[in-house]
């Protein structure tokens, strides 16, 4: 059975940081793309960054540009997002997700899909 579990959400006043873990079981990541998305109550999910499944190629939504960092530790199958200066606007459920080998800015392109956690960021 497959899990993804992220964890490291919570209340950030503006401007603070948190790390998100994005903790993998049941398949090796190595062999998959991971990404984030964020999704806003009553919205549809945002693609906010993906890292391919040997980490040389790494994107990010404009809006996040300079601001996250998204990396992986395939030995440990976990992926991060590192989150800086952080915004109210940054505030939403965020989702790790994979798909096999190539990487891609689009949620119907993944397969497997975790629980969210919540972040939140006050003015």
């Known amino acids: 059975q497959v899990q993804l579990i992220e964890s490291g959400g919570g209340l950030v006043q503006a401007g603070g940081s948190l790390r998100l873990s994005c903790a993998v079981s049941?398949?090796?990541?190595?062999?998959?793309?991971m990404a984030w998305f964020r999704q806003i109550s009553g919205e549809e999910r945002a693609f906010v960054s993906a890292i391919s499944y040997d980490g040389r190629t790494i994107l990010y939504e404009n809006s996040v540009k300079g601001r996250f960092t998204t990396s992986r530790n395939n030995a440990e199958n976990t992926v991060y997002l590192e989150m800086n200066t952080l915004k109210p606007e940054d505030t939403a459920n965020y989702y790790c997700?994979?798909?096999?080998?190539?990487?891609?800015?689009?949620?119907?392109?993944?397969?497997?899909w975790g629980q969210g956690t919540p972040v939140t960021v006050s003015a």
């Open positions: 997700a994979a798909r096999q080998w190539i990487i891609k800015t689009t949620q119907n392109e993944y397969a497997y």
């Open positions: 049941g398949l090796d990541i190595c062999r998959y793309a």
